[in-house]
């Protein structure tokens, strides 16, 4: 009979490109799981919070018990909730996962139910400065098979905007943005300008072209990444309304949920939110309400694959669908863990698909495929995904921020 007691518990940091934190699990048999903590920009703080908390506590309880190991990590601690702990508790429930599955000689997607459809369908990230860059980019992420394309573009008067890859805050090299996403190497975050009415005015017409220069069927996303008031949401969603968007993401800061009741009422455009979601309480009122059709929350940052279970269960009463978060600050073992549920559940959406960079694959070695449009997890037991202690440790931690953001009328603090 198998020892499935847990041995060890290991929380590795490595930086291949972009910084990582991940939990090693390993039962007194030897059998390894892997989960993913990585908070961008606060990851220290996941690092500390499991090897000086968690660690301890998980040393000889049994590697199968994941639900009473979930309970008793977040339900035994005064102090529920939030991104660190709820990254941590994540990366637990994943390795146990990862472990189970393997113990049973199966992909995860196995124990989770089966295939609900062949793949996940992913969307890229389409950007540039001006209209012709972003056609350029769209055509390149149609040339590598993608089937639905997020939208992002410079604004008139703005040096640098938030997922535009030729930003010069997301220069590429030095102190610059590394791996994709617009963080920083550097003891401080940047600070980039914003200004709302450039970006109403300018948005819509952005679209208009975009449909012009590539047909109705496209699936078009659009992120505005918490930056708009309630009525400015609203002014958004129904101006974008002609060009058919599949969603419109983070129109509003997520902390005052209420006030996407607004608008909803004002717009039709599907509405996308939940990425800086932590539990399902976060999402009571979003889903009894009906007021957003796709829910962002990524297996990191949300209590691990138990939890993201839940929600979506929850959602799926009310015909809402996932739309994980995956941008590379996800490494590969969350995003391995988002698609194994994501094949599996029946309210699947789309899933973000941001490609590492090759040596972030060298150290994690991934086993999920993209082909056709479509994320598959991969047939390999347990989440499919290695951890290559060698490359990893020749990468080491190195401080990086995601930018802050100030209005450029008056230099205040703004939503980033």
């Known amino acids: 009979m198998s020892n499935t007691q847990i041995a060890s518990a290991e929380v590795l940091v490595t930086s291949p490109g972009r910084n990582f934190v991940t939990l090693r699990l390993r039962t007194a048999d030897g059998v390894e799981g892997l989960g993913d903590a990585t908070v961008n920009g606060r990851e220290l703080a996941v690092v500390s919070y499991l090897r000086d908390h968690l660690v301890p506590l998980l040393l000889g309880r049994d590697a199968h018990a994941i639900e009473d190991t979930w309970q008793y990590l977040y339900r035994g601690a005064y102090w529920r909730r939030g991104p660190i702990t709820m990254a941590a508790i994540a990366a ?3 390795a146990l996962w990862d472990i189970k599955a393997k113990l049973a000689g199966m992909p995860l997607y196995q124990l989770l139910g089966g295939h609900s459809r062949r793949g996940c369908l992913a969307y890229g990230h389409a950007s540039g400065a001006d209209l012709p860059e972003l056609f350029d980019s769209v055509r390149s992420h ?4 993608y089937r639905a394309i997020r939208i992002q573009t410079g604004i008139p008067g703005l040096d640098s905007v938030y997922g535009v890859a030729t930003s010069p805050n997301a220069a590429v090299g030095g102190a610059s943005r590394y791996d994709h996403e617009p963080a920083r190497r550097a003891a401080a975050p940047v600070e980039e300008e914003w200004d709302t009415r450039a970006y109403l005015r300018h948005i819509p017409g952005v679209f ?3 449909r012009a220069e590539f047909g109705p069927e496209l699936p078009l996303l659009h992120d505005a990444h918490h930056r708009l008031a309630p009525i400015q949401a609203a002014r958004l969603g129904k101006l974008l309304e002609p060009y058919d968007l599949f969603w419109l993401e983070d129109v509003t ?7 996407l009741r607004r608008v909803r009422e004002h717009t039709t455009t599907p509405l996308a939110i939940g990425e800086v979601f932590n539990t399902v309480w976060d999402y009571r009122e979003l889903f009894e309400e ?3 059709d796709y829910v962002r929350s990524p297996v990191t940052h949300a209590g691990g694959i138990t939890a993201l279970r839940r929600i979506f269960d929850y959602a799926s009463i009310y015909q809402i669908k996932s739309g994980v978060h995956g941008p590379t600050d996800v490494s590969p073992v969350g995003l391995a863990a988002a698609l194994h549920l994501g094949v599996a559940i029946p309210n699947f959406g789309i899933q973000e698909y941001m490609k590492h960079s090759a040596t972030t694959d060298e150290v994690f070695r991934p086993g999920f495929a993209f082909s056709g449009g479509l994320l598959s997890p991969g047939e390999e037991p347990g989440l499919g995904v290695s951890y290559d202690d060698a490359v990893a440790e020749a990468h080491p931690y190195s401080a990086a921020y995601l930018p802050v953001n ?3 009328l008056d230099g205040s603090m703004h939503d980033w």
């Open 92 to 94: 637990v429930d994943t």
């Open 142 to 145: 149609l040339e590598q098979g």
């Open 208 to 210: 208009e072209a975009v």
């Open 253 to 259: 800061p997520a902390e005052n949920t209420a006030v």
């Open 290 to 292: 009906q007021l957003i």
């Open 406 to 408: 100030r209005l450029k």
